[in-house]
């Protein structure tokens, strides 16, 4: 069955820190693009990471770069986001997804556009980030 499963969400206090784990089917998570994507209360879902599960090289939208991080573990299939310095705008719904290979260096980089190359979705987890 394929499938992405987030967990880590929850509430954190500005500045302060939280990681999100994606856990990916084999059939999902072997050599493809992995990414991570946010949806803020009211808003259209973002991209905000990707990363080549074989590779690693990895892409950031500029709201993120230098205080999050994506990284993988392929003897897991798991692709987590570490979150550092978080301030209220980083709250949202964070989605795990699968994104079409060919996009990968793009599509967490181009706000909203990235979405329309992702073939797999999890269900998300909400962070919430107080003042």
């Known amino acids: 069955?394929?499938?992405?499963?987030?967990?880590?969400?929850?509430?954190v206090q500005t500045g302060g820190s939280l990681r999100l784990s994606c856990a990916a089917s084999k059939e999902i998570y072997s050599a493809s693009c992995m990414a991570w994507f946010r949806?803020?209360?009211?808003?259209?879902?973002?991209g905000v990471a990707s990363i080549f599960t074989a590779g690693g090289s990895t892409y950031?939208?500029?709201?993120?770069?230098?205080?999050?991080?994506i990284s993988r573990d392929n003897t897991k299939n798991t692709v987590y986001l570490q979150m550092n310095n978080v301030n209220p705008e980083d709250t949202a719904r964070?989605?795990?997804?699968?994104?079409?290979?060919?996009?990968?260096?793009?599509?967490?980089?181009?706000?909203?556009?990235?979405?329309?190359?992702?073939?797999?979705?999890?269900?998300?987890?909400?962070?919430t980030i107080s003042s």
């Open 94 to 127: 964070y989605y795990c997804a699968k994104v079409t290979y060919s996009a990968c260096k793009w599509a967490a980089v181009t706000g909203t556009k990235g979405a329309a190359v992702v073939e797999f979705w999890g269900k998300g987890a909400l962070v």
């Open 39 to 46: 949806q803020p209360p009211g808003k259209e879902r973002e």
């Open 60 to 69: 950031y939208a500029d709201s993120v770069k230098g205080r999050f991080s």
């Open 1 to 11: 069955l394929d499938q992405l499963v987030e967990s880590g969400g929850g509430s």
